[in-house]
């Protein structure tokens, strides 16, 4: 089901709930003398702040929170009790089932996401959950008892209040919807707006077994293109192989310049780039005649004080020039535009079998799995030690039915 579909079906349940019947909002308030606009918590009265599996929500919750800037994320971020905030008018509340972990957790939490932003913040960039309460005008797309997923920041807390123009719809609270808010969108859209491919092209993928670079390496295999990917363990180049990446690299055990030197000697047309520095430098490096290098990010320098890997800067026009490549930076929030669009192909594909949504839920990690808010900081540091296959997520509560009164 697309996400427009999903979108009006939430609507149309929306509508029951108000009139008992399909009339729109419009058509219940005509005639009516217009009160001011007054923000409500849940549309059945009977059972006020209450979710719609009978259990209470509490007036407090546990959430992260940056109180001093660092890329350290521990030194950055505190676990705290708070109360349970409440939705404005456009808002909803979302009990979090589900949040995804993203590299950029300690770019955020060093204050290089938006330099104005002073501590204390709320960090954390999605999730999934169920809506337990919500503002009148977000009643119009979204109902209590809905499961959604959600791109919006403090998704690090046991509820969080989005906007419901940023939340979407899902079937069910599953932690694969998670890969595809930031992840999937991520490699979906800068390949198609910035990537140009072409069918038989080669595409190299850095970082490729990880969140976002799983769904690079089948975006790349759908355009028909051929499709390098590196990864750091045999157990990351199986699976690999597994999602249809053509010569998977694993840099621990083999050099990565000299594999593309010897098997790709007339160069890579395109590079999805996410580790920079030395990375970096190779990748442009092996560009081939008219290649296009896209910078989704520069890891290996997000633990450093200044955030960036070093790069070889200075010879990087002539480089460029001798070839007609390009380097090209993507960032998301500049490409929203593309978001619904993107986010409604690939739930078709989920929903055809046809995309694989690698989720690391900690199983393999050495405490074990990720459950509970405070176990965040568990799954930052496994990200940034490259032991993560697919998307880190964490589970922060139980299913709904286990902990109702019901
Ligand atoms: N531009 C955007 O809008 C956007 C959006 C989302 C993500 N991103 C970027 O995409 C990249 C991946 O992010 P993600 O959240 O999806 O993480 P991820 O790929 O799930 O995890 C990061 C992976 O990078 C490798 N890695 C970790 N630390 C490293 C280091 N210090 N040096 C080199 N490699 C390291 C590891 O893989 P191996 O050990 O297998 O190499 C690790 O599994 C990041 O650069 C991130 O900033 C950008």
């Given at each position: 089901?697309?996400?427009?579909?999903?979108?009006?079906?939430?609507?149309?349940?929306?509508?029951?709930?108000?009139?008992?019947?399909?009339?729109?909002?419009?058509d219940l308030l005509s005639g009516v003398h217009v009160v001011p606009r007054r923000s409500i918590i849940d549309l059945s009265y009977s059972t006020h702040f209450m979710d719609?599996?009978?259990?209470?929500?509490?007036?407090?919750?546990?959430?992260?929170?940056?109180?001093?800037?660092?890329?350290?994320?521990?030194?950055?971020?505190?676990?705290?009790?708070?109360?349970?905030?409440?939705?404005?008018?456009?808002?909803?509340?979302?009990r979090n089932r589900f949040v995804g972990i993203n590299a950029s957790d300690i770019n955020y939490s060093a204050g290089r996401y938006d330099p104005s932003l002073k501590p204390?913040?709320?960090?954390?960039?999605?999730?999934?959950?169920?809506?337990?309460?919500?503002?009148?005008?977000?009643?119009?797309?979204?109902?209590?008892?809905?499961?959604?997923?959600?791109?919006?920041?403090?998704?690090?807390?046991?509820?969080?209040?989005?906007?419901?123009?940023?939340?979407?719809?899902?079937?069910?609270?599953?932690?694969?919807?998670?890969?595809?808010?930031?992840?999937?969108?991520?490699?979906?859209?800068?390949?198609?707006?910035?990537?140009?491919?072409?069918?038989?092209?080669?595409?190299?993928?850095?970082?490729?077994?990880?969140?976002?670079?799983?769904?690079?390496?089948?975006?790349?295999?759908?355009?028909?293109?051929?499709?390098?990917?590196?990864?750091?363990?045999?157990?990351?180049?199986?699976?690999?192989?597994?999602?249809?990446?053509?010569?998977?690299?694993?840099?621990?055990?083999?050099?990565?310049?000299?594999?593309?030197?010897?098997?790709?000697?007339?160069?890579?047309?395109?590079?999805?780039?996410?580790?920079?520095?030395?990375?970096?430098?190779?990748?442009?490096?092996?560009?081939?005649?008219?290649?296009?290098?896209?910078?989704?990010?520069?890891?290996?320098?997000?633990?450093?004080?200044?955030?960036?890997?070093?790069?070889?800067?200075?010879?990087?026009?002539?480089?460029?020039?001798?070839?007609?490549?390009?380097?090209?930076?993507?960032?998301?929030?500049?490409?929203?535009?593309?978001?619904?669009?993107?986010?409604?192909?690939?739930?078709?594909?989920?929903?055809?079998?046809?995309?694989?949504?690698?989720?690391?839920?900690?199983?393999?990690?050495?405490?074990?799995?990720?459950?509970?808010?405070?176990?965040?900081?568990?799954?930052?540091?496994?990200?940034?030690?490259?032991?993560?296959?697919?998307?880190?997520?964490?589970?922060?509560?139980?299913?709904?039915?286990?902990?109702?009164?019901?």
């Amino acid at each position: 089901m697309s996400v427009s579909s999903l979108l009006r079906t939430s609507c149309r349940r929306a509508f029951g709930v108000i009139g008992g019947g399909r009339r729109s909002v419009s058509d219940l308030l005509s005639g009516v003398h217009v009160v001011p606009r007054r923000s409500i918590i849940d549309l059945s009265y009977s059972t006020h702040f209450m979710d719609f599996k009978g259990s209470s929500i509490p007036s407090s919750m546990q959430k992260l929170t940056v109180t001093r800037l660092s890329q350290h994320f521990k030194e950055a971020v505190c676990l705290n009790t708070v109360p349970v905030p409440t939705p404005g008018d456009g808002d909803l509340l979302v009990r979090n089932r589900f949040v995804g972990i993203n590299a950029s957790d300690i770019n955020y939490s060093a204050g290089r996401y938006d330099p104005s932003l002073k501590p204390p913040f709320d960090c954390g960039f999605e999730g999934v959950g169920e809506v337990v309460g919500l503002g009148l005008s977000a009643s119009a797309r979204h109902t209590i008892g809905e499961t959604v997923a959600y791109f919006s920041d403090g998704a690090f807390a046991e509820y969080t209040v989005v906007p419901a123009k940023k939340a979407m719809a899902v079937p069910s609270a599953k932690p694969e919807f998670l890969t595809l808010l930031v992840s999937g969108a991520t490699a979906y859209i800068a390949l198609k707006r910035l990537g140009e491919l072409t069918e038989g092209e080669t595409v190299l993928v850095t970082a490729a077994a990880g969140g976002t670079g799983q769904f690079a390496v089948q975006f790349a295999k759908r355009a028909g293109c051929h499709v390098v990917g590196t990864c750091s363990t045999d157990e990351k180049a199986g699976f690999l192989k597994s999602i249809g990446c053509d010569r998977a690299v694993n840099y621990a055990a083999e050099d990565l310049g000299q594999v593309l030197r010897q098997e790709y000697p007339k160069g890579v047309d395109v590079v999805y780039e996410s580790v920079g520095g030395g990375v970096f430098d190779l990748a442009v490096n092996s560009l081939a005649t008219g290649g296009r290098l896209i910078v989704i990010g520069f890891i290996s320098g997000y633990q450093s004080a200044s955030g960036v890997a070093t790069v070889k800067g200075g010879t990087l026009p002539i480089k460029l020039l001798q070839k007609s490549a390009s380097v090209r930076g993507f960032f998301l929030p500049h490409f929203l535009r593309d978001y619904q669009e993107a986010l409604g192909s690939m739930m078709q594909m989920v929903a055809q079998g046809t995309l694989v949504c690698e989720v690391d839920c900690g199983d393999q990690a050495q405490e074990g799995r990720f459950v509970g808010l405070e176990s965040v900081f568990r799954a930052v540091d496994h990200l940034y030690a490259g032991k993560n296959l697919g998307k880190i997520v964490v589970e922060v509560a139980p299913a709904p039915f286990a902990s109702s009164k019901l």
